[in-house]
């Protein structure tokens, strides 16, 4: 097997300057797949550094929107004949099932062609009704540089959130990837600059969370900080933001609810259940791991779900029958054992899985628990891997207070045919996504956030392009003035 080895990617080109090195082992064969230069907070100042060069000297921030639109598309177009390659480093570095990781660098195509065209409505407005002779202009101006924190599982489509829209919108980057998973985002940052994003534009700096990330999010020379992982990390980057008084945007974690009523359609409900938990090896920060389900048709469709679970193929990620690949590390892998081990130390009913899978990975199996109460820790704590909490209801009233016993607020999904159910669900949840009859769904045009311990701040959607400008506003008074102190 080729070891790739990677160094930065800072001012254009990867740079010579590392000595010290990290091995990245696939979480599913524990072979080493990659090397990452460990960085230093040298290196991170000299990412910062070539983005604030880049920025204040131009001319990514003085092109036009059809100018930075073309270049963007072309650099979609990049991405595209990259595929295979992308697809690999993503299995390979995250463990996640081969079927998931083309979906993410398909998405990051359409993530990078949905922001060219926001490059051309970066829009501001006018007031002309201020009085005679007074006009104010809002404009439009792209925020600077930015600082893009990215987590492990979705490696490519997160930095595919974060970087084209900041670049849409005329700014420039510095991206610390996961210490786990950098490799594609070093890949994407080189075909950025093939693609004719000039030097500078887009940097990426690889090691540790505690060393660069913190020099990054602490950094004089940022000014937005767009993070996404956990919400202990999340409290941190806030802390780091306040010395510089800088904007942050703070994707954080989730427990969401999948709320099943009698009147849905079972066959898809069974199907999006599944999904919901298993879906990237469960490690997903809008994961429907809380399964809610109408005590009338609980017994039978429980049943339907645990058998199927029981039918899932978890092992090699390559293969293209499997449905769940490997846990990103042994760390990771002991937690959600444990996880497992307090449900049933707790009292829940252990249906399906219950612990570790065979191979030479860092597996787990698909893990159903029954009769969660809302005081387990399965219930209140993200778990990131492949275990659903199942808990049966009565009423809409009873099923909207479970869903929002929760400290996180990030996405929640409610399956029913009846219009009024799923408008009154949708109303009072205390989440930033509800969705209805589908699960982990979404499209570049749509806004994510959180609320409560999920974060704040918009990624994607014209929200999302927005978070990476802001607005100037100009008072422009024209002809004479009436004097207003004595002549
Ligand atoms: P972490 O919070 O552990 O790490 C996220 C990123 O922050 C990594 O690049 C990490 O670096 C870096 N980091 C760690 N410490 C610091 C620090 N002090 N200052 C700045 N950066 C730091 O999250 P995970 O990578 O474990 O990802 C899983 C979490 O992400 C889950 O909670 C999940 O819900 C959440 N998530 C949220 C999403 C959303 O859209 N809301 C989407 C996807 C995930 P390193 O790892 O290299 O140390």
Redesign the pocket.
């Known amino acids: 097997m080729t070891v790739r080895s990677y160094t930065h990617f800072i001012n254009g080109r990867f740079d010579g300057a590392s000595t010290d090195f990290v091995e990245r082992k696939a979480p599913a064969t524990g072979e080493t797949v990659a090397t990452f230069a460990s960085g230093t907070q040298d290196d991170m100042d000299r990412a910062v550094q070539a983005a604030r060069e880049a920025f204040d000297k131009g001319p990514w921030p003085q092109m036009s929107g059809m100018e930075r639109a073309e270049i963007l598309n072309r650099y979609a177009d990049l991405v595209k004949a990259n595929f295979d390659k992308l697809v690999q480093i993503e299995i390979e570095e995250v463990g996640k099932p081969i079927r998931f990781a083309r979906g993410d660098v398909s998405g990051v195509v359409g993530l990078i062609r949905y922001a060219a065209s926001l490059a051309m409505q970066m829009v501001g407005s006018t007031y002309t009704n201020l009085g005679a002779n007074k006009t104010a202009l809002l404009m439009r101006e792209p925020i600077g540089v930015v600082a893009l ?6 490696p490519a489509l ?1 930095l595919a959130q974060k970087v084209p829209f900041a670049l849409a919108a005329g700014c420039t980057a510095v991206v ?5 998973t950098s490799g594609s985002a070093l890949e994407l940052a080189a075909l950025a600059v093939e693609a004719g994003v000039p030097a500078g534009v887009f940097n990426v700096v690889s ?4 060393v660069v ?2 020099t ?2 602490e950094h004089p020379g940022v000014d937005f900080i767009s ?8 409290q ?2 806030m802390q ?1 933001s306040s010395k510089n008084v800088v904007k942050t945007s703070l ?4 427990k969401s609810a999948n709320m099943v009523f009698a009147d849905a359609n079972l066959d898809d409900a069974v199907d999006g259940a599944l999904m919901g938990v298993f879906f990237n090896n469960g490690e997903c ?1 809008v994961s429907g791991s809380r399964l809610f389900v109408q005590n009338s048709i609980a017994d039978e469709f429980i049943a339907r779900v645990t058998e199927r679970s029981k039918k899932l193929k978890v092992g090699d990620p390559f293969d293209e029958d499997t449905d769940i690949g490997a846990m990103i590390d042994p760390k990771h892998h002991g937690k959600v054992l444990e996880y497992i081990d307090s449900g049933v130390a707790e009292g829940a009913k252990l249906l399906a899985g219950g612990g570790a899978a065979s191979g030479a990975g860092h597996f787990v199996q698909a893990t159903i628990f029954d009769h969660v109460q809302p005081t387990m820790k399965i219930f209140q704590e ?1 778990i ?1 891997g492949p275990v659903l909490s199942i808990t049966r209801f009565e009423t809409m009233e009873e099923v909207i207070e479970l869903a929002n016993d929760s400290p996180y607020g ?1 996405s929640n999904y409610v399956w029913s045919k009846n219009i009024d159910t799923v408008m009154n669900v949708a109303k009072r949840l205390k989440s930033g996504w509800v969705q209805a009859n589908t699960v982990i769904d979404g499209a570049p045009q749509l806004p ?1 956030t ?1 609320v409560k311990g ?2 704040y701040g918009y ?1 994607m959607g014209q929200a999302g392009f927005e978070e990476f400008t802001q607005l100037k506003t100009l008072f422009i008074h024209t002809g004479p003035r009436t004097p207003v102190f004595g002549r």
């Open positions: 924190v990215t987590p492990w599982n979705f997160i610390k990837p996961s210490e786990f090691g540790k969370g505690s990330g913190k990054l999010t993070f996404t992982g956990s919400t202990r990390v999340g941190e980057v780091a994707e954080l974690g989730g920060c993200e990131f990030l994510l959180g999920s974060g990624e």
